[in-house]
């Protein structure tokens, strides 16, 4: 499997639509990288299911997906499935993330995300983080608008079974989906594992990457 090392970040930007998005699309991937990098700063943010349960739950599941960093998660509180008439809310809110911090990496829904408010708050990230290394997650949901991702994060057995522990815990609100379930998420990551030669995955969608393979990048300015 070829691979390219991004090193380990000192600085995470994660954001999602909804509470639980994060953890579903990038949970064990949030695990690797906390657990290897006790300290690690993360700024998340949800732009919709602030002041409730939701945001409760938000708020114990990525303390849990995110072991000894410094989490600092703002949930908001647009109306699910409105982002595009709330778009200049949203386009402040990710506006005011990038201002306040400087990530190494971000992770983010895929651009090409059935979901309106996935796809919208992606595009608004791609613009905000131009030179950034953006990860764009998957959700697994109804529409099967799973595609063929680029980048993968292999997961440890014990990390996969943790993030499906972790989403099981923490959104109760959830259980009731017919799709949010164990054989769900597992199976899901055993197929990303199949094609990056792993047990266990989480892919991504990367729009654009700079590669630097020794050559001094001033020799192209």
């Not at 949030?30 to 409730?52: F, H, K, Q, Y």
């Not at 072991?67 to 409105?82: E, N």
């Not at 911090?101 to 829904?109: D, F, K, S």
């Not at 998957?138 to 440890?156: F, H, N």
């Amino acid at each position: 499997m070829i691979r390219l090392g991004a090193g380990r970040p000192d600085r995470i930007a994660a954001v999602g639509a909804h509470c639980d998005d994060i953890a579903i699309g990038a949970g064990g991937t949030l695990l690797t990288m906390c657990l290897a990098r006790p300290g690690v700063r993360v700024d998340a943010l949800v732009l919709s299911g602030g002041g409730g349960e939701r945001e409760r739950e938000e708020r114990a599941a990525l303390a849990a997906c995110c072991p000894g960093a410094d989490l600092r998660l703002t949930v908001l509180k647009l109306p699910d499935g409105r982002l595009p008439a709330h778009w200049e809310e949203a386009k402040a809110a990710v506006q005011e993330l990038r201002g306040r911090t400087e990530p190494e990496l971000v992770l983010a829904p895929r651009t090409d995300d059935a979901h309106q408010d996935h796809r919208g708050l992606a595009r608004l990230v791609t613009t905000a983080y131009r030179d950034h290394l953006v990860l764009g997650y998957e959700i697994v949901k109804w529409d099967g608008d799973l595609g063929r991702p680029v980048a993968y994060q292999p997961l440890s057995p014990e990390t996969a079974e943790r993030k499906v522990r972790l989403l099981q815990e923490h959104y109760p609100s959830q259980r009731h989906r017919p799709w949010y379930d164990r054989e769900v998420f597992l199976g899901l990551a055993r197929i990303r594992g199949v094609e990056c030669h792993a047990r266990y995955a989480e892919a991504f969608a990367v729009a654009k990457l700079t590669l630097d393979l020794g050559a001094d990048p001033c020799a192209y300015c």
